[in-house]
């Protein structure tokens, strides 16, 4: 396991809370949740920030990330349950709110970057255990008895010698009296001795979900709220001139408008027209008269149509960075048995959270409260503190559970719009964005074009591999997940290895994009790979797996001299061992080499980013009309030494495969006079379950190696795979997204 | 302007415009807020509600033309939220973000009374006009198959 230690301050600022802190009870008040706060100590024992015991032995757990479908709202106090040793059944999750008081042991509120679990895993491990040796402890009292001759299991604390027993709610009182142990102290349990962990675990909202009962953010209905809409300027970057406003005003329901101003980031509070009105059907009504002049800037001509013909321009040059230059790619290219060069591109896309962007906002004075469906809440924080100009500290966030994440609730921008407008409106206010503000205002995944070139040398192997990344930045600084890390496989794994990267400049917004950057260069690079393993007349399997080569670690050579103190740490080696071991798995559990007729084919593609190492084996059909249809899918997936909830680990991987396949098969916005021309679903297509795999296979091979998240690694590997399989059923290669922008047809 | 209508079995009385579509009338008004809005255009099937029993978008209902309609949300679904497509939701542990699962839901339950042994392509079929951002889609096949299991009859 991981030898986290805890430290001393943050351990007395937990032991400290016991049975004197301020506490958040949760109750449903005219059918919506409403948290309140109270001073009151609960009773019951509290040994730390993420426990609640009362004296009838009912357990309370806190759950301290936002839940946005990753699970992380089950899977953490799953974790804390287990080293607790209480039966799940006795178990209420309540939801936290942003608090420093959770901020403990290196845990953050954020949930992005699949970091939730391997950053949390061992500090909730501890935080049961913790609980567990305090109660143990006070059963021993009571018995006088020492403690290590009591055992807790599953609520009950037993004293085998004479068989006395006493359950976690006899005991909370005097537990509570107790000194918490020494961080040094806190023995966890053996792995080997979980009962939990490694089960499935239905959701913990599971029943509030299939009864309707009010979850998300836009549930939230707080006393003499109003409903708001904001209209902002659809080139990215203009600004409100003039609007309607006295028209406005006077249509039925509607209480106020007026522009903000707004600023010039175009991932923060951008300028705009709000419309407050009585019911948001009202606010919705209200817009479709508003007029407003817009200075749409200097960006109003770019289009995707001109990024392409730009990028084809730009690859004819050097590029702008050297991102990477092993050995000598020419001298190899020109010596090779074969070239292969490829142009691949993949356009802008959204991130389309069913629930679209919303946020609820209450202003008074400096003091801001917020009810947000967001998956970094410390960012809202301080981007509204920013905005108002008000200490961080006034600005209180509710974390409520999320309709979706998959990165864009990383950013902050739809808080700052409700406190800007809840702000002025003098009430508070529920901004609820339509599909067509979320899916045009929206911080996108980043387009992107590649330009390769690579060689195999007679006895197949790759001999050179050359890259020219034409990407897009704003101000210079390339979109999140717009930018290739040098260490991006194959790097470290050829001798000629080279690549370019020149940035476009833009003023689109971009934010990460579930997996960024691995979601779209996984494609590029498994399907290049492919290609040259055909170049090379290769099995695709057996050409990766040689590709990988026979070491486990595989590093960069260390620097001539010693990094600069400060500096960023040197990149961790790439674990080709269990890259292998992964491959092999999915290409056993696809039956791999399988004899099919033209028209049906098999793919194979891995991939390793947010610490997994995640291979995918795909089966497809492609009819002579070139529709495509994906048969099944096998993931093999390697995320350690243990999986937390196999239910939501299972329920992850199956949703990644689904949004791989959609992403790429249907998922295209264009760009034309600096706005998007999509607006809605009908323009916009998601993958429905006519198209769905009818076999999705989740395989999880334990290594030793720390437990780590599932929310990303997944999706990276599974458009390649179903690429690879199209390829080989019908020797077309995809190297332009989405699909659909392919003719498939074969005779 | 006031309208009477008939959610859940019970009468309830709103004053909206009339344009005003019943997912806001619910969520707004009545607040039922377990019906969804997703896209306002009948594209993602979140704001399913039953109208006199079939499978409609509550988006593209005006309040006006749902007078006199037996209309049945999520939170009406069943007595005690046990209706076997909840049972089977929960059992099989269907969500992930869980927000289109009222929708999924309805139009499943529309399908079993209309056709309680549906084959996978008439699951297929039903459900195509409902989206799941999460790709929750296997599980929701296997849901409905569980949830027809058991109101099959025993041999």
């Not at chain 1, 939801?95 to 509120?109: F, T, V």
Request: charged share 20%; net charge neutral.
């Amino acid at each position: 396991m991981s030898t986290l230690t805890m430290d001393r301050r943050s351990f007395l600022r937990l032991s400290g809370l016991t049975g004197t802190g301020l506490f958040l009870s949760f109750s449903l008040k005219n059918g919506t949740e409403v948290f309140a706060a109270s001073a009151q100590a609960p009773t019951g024992f509290t040994p730390n920030a993420f426990i609640r015991i009362a004296p009838d032995g009912s357990v309370s757990i806190y759950s301290h990330k936002p839940e946005v479908g990753q699970g992380i709202r089950t899977a953490l106090p799953m974790v804390l349950a287990e080293e607790l040793e209480v039966d799940w059944k006795q178990v209420t999750v309540i939801p936290g709110d942003l608090d420093p008081a959770y901020s403990i042991l290196g845990m953050n509120q954020s949930a992005g970057g699949s970091n939730s679990t391997p950053t949390s895993y061992d500090p909730m491990r501890r935080m049961g255990a913790m609980g567990r040796m305090m109660l143990v402890a006070a059963a021993a009292k009571n018995w006088n008895v020492s403690a290590s001759e009591c055992v807790a299991e599953a609520g009950v604390v037993h004293h085998k010698a004479s068989g006395r027993k006493a359950g976690y709610g006899e005991l909370v009182a005097v537990a509570a009296t107790l000194p918490a142990p020494e961080a040094k102290d806190v023995v966890l349990k053996d792995p080997k001795s979980f009962k939990l962990l490694g089960t499935r675990v239905g959701g913990v909202d599971n029943q509030k979900i299939v009864t309707g009962q009010p979850l998300y953010g836009i549930d939230t209905v707080v006393p003499g709220m109003k409903y708001a809409v904001y209209e902002k300027c659809p080139v990215f970057g203009g600004k409100v001139v003039s609007a309607n406003l006295d028209q406005i005003k006077a249509l039925p329901g509607v209480r106020d408008a007026f522009i903000i101003e707004g600023t010039d980031n175009v991932t923060g509070l951008v300028p705009g027209v709000a419309i407050v009105a009585d019911s948001t059907w009202a606010a919705f009504s209200a817009r479709k008269q508003l007029r407003v002049t817009w200075d749409e800037g200097k960006f109003a001509n770019q289009s995707w149509a001109g990024f392409a013909a730009q990028a084809k321009e730009l690859a004819t040059k050097p590029g702008a960075t050297m991102l990477r230059k092993d050995g000598d790619v020419a001298a190899a290219l020109s010596s090779a048995a074969k070239v292969v060069t490829a142009e691949y591109s993949y356009p802008f896309i959204s991130h389309a959270n069913l629930e679209p962007q919303n946020c609820t906002a209450k202003v008074e004075g400096d003091q801001v409260e917020l009810w947000a469906p967001s998956q970094n809440p410390a960012s809202g924080q301080n981007l509204v503190a920013q905005v108002l100009g008000i200490p961080r500290e006034n600005v209180k966030v509710h974390i409520i559970r999320a309709g979706g994440g998959f990165g864009r609730r990383l950013s902050a921008d739809f808080m700052a719009d409700a406190a800007a407008i809840a702000k002025r409106a003098g009430v508070p206010v529920k901004v609820t964005w339509t599909r067509e503000d979320d899916l045009q205002h929206d911080h996108f995944r980043p387009g992107g074009f590649h330009f390769l070139k690579g060689g195999v040398t007679a006895d197949g192997k790759i001999a050179a591999w050359q890259n020219h990344f034409v990407t897009f930045a704003v101000g210079g600084r390339p979109g999140s997940g717009g930018g290739i890390n040098p260490t991006e496989f194959p790097a470290r794994f050829l001798a000629n290895y080279q690549t370019e990267q020149t940035p476009i400049d833009c003023n689109i917004p971009m934010g990460p994009w579930r997996a960024p950057g691995s979601c779209v260069f996984s494609w590029v690079f498994q399907s290049f790979i492919d290609e040259l393993a055909h170049a090379a007349g290769k099995d695709p399997l057996q050409f990766r797996l040689e590709l990988l080569g026979d070491k486990d670690l595989v590093a960069d050579p260390a620097p001539a001299s010693a990094p600069a103190a400060g500096g960023p740490p040197p990149p961790a080696p790439y674990n080709a061992g269990r890259m292998r071991g992964v491959v092999k798995l999915a290409g056993e559990k696809l039956g791999w080499g399988k004899k099919l007729p033209k028209g049906q084919g098999q793919g194979i593609a891995f991939h390793f980013s947010h610490r997994g190492y995640i291979a995918i084996g795909a089966e497809v059909t492609v009819a002579n009309d070139g529709s495509l249809k994906v048969d099944r899918v096998v993931a093999a997936c390697d995320v350690g030494s243990q999986i937390v909830n196999l239910s939501g680990a299972e329920n992850q991987v199956e949703g990644s495969v689904v949004d791989g396949l959609s992403a790429a098969w249907l998922q295209d916005l264009n760009i034309e006079n600096g706005r998007i021309t999509q607006g809605n679903f009908d323009s916009y297509p998601l993958l429905r379950i006519t198209d769905a795999p009818a076999v999705i296979e989740s395989h999880f091979l334990l290594t030793d190696n720390p437990p780590s998240g599932l929310g990303e690694p997944v999706f990276p590997p599974v458009a390649p795979a179903v690429c690879n399989a199209i390829f080989a059923a019908t020797g077309k290669r995809i190297r332009t997204l989405p699909f659909t922008s392919n003719d498939l047809r074969w005779s | 302007m006031k309208y009477t209508l008939n959610v859940n079995g019970q009468s309830r009385t709103v004053d909206v415009a009339p344009d005003t579509p019943m997912l806001w009338v619910l969520r707004d008004t009545l607040n039922l807020t377990g019906t969804k809005f997703g896209c306002g255009l009948g594209q993602c099937g979140a704001c399913t509600i039953h109208v006199g029993g079939v499978p409609m978008r509550s988006c593209m209902l005006p309040v006006s033309t749902a007078v006199g309609m037996k209309l049945t949300t999520i939170e009406g679904l069943s007595p005690n939220g046990d209706h076997p497509l909840q049972k089977t939701w929960c059992d099989g542990d269907v969500a992930q973000c869980g927000y289109c699962q009222a929708g999924q839901i309805m139009t499943a339950a529309a399908l079993l009374a209309s056709n309680p042994q549906p084959s996978d392509e008439e699951i297929n079929g039903a459900m195509a006009g409902n989206l799941c951002r999460c790709g929750t889609y296997t599980r929701i096949r296997e849901g409905i198959k569980r949830a027809a299991a058991m109101a099959a009859p025993t041999a």
